[in-house]
């Protein structure tokens, strides 16, 4: 499968769009990635630990 196009701050273009969906829906990320994901003011996240 072919790597999507990497945005800045380590962040692929996958990860964009469920950033995206994320903040548009007013929703918290889980995720264990929490450093693609802090540019991101408005994301609320929560970080776990696999």
Do not use: W
């Not at 450093?35 to 970080?47: G, Y």
């Amino acid at each position: 499968m072919p790597r999507a196009t990497s945005l800045s701050h380590s962040m692929g273009a996958m990860d964009a769009i469920i950033a995206a969906t994320a903040v548009e829906n007013s929703e918290i990320l889980c995720t264990s990635n929490s450093k693609h994901f802090r540019a991101i003011k408005d994301l609320r996240l929560k970080e776990f630990k696999p």
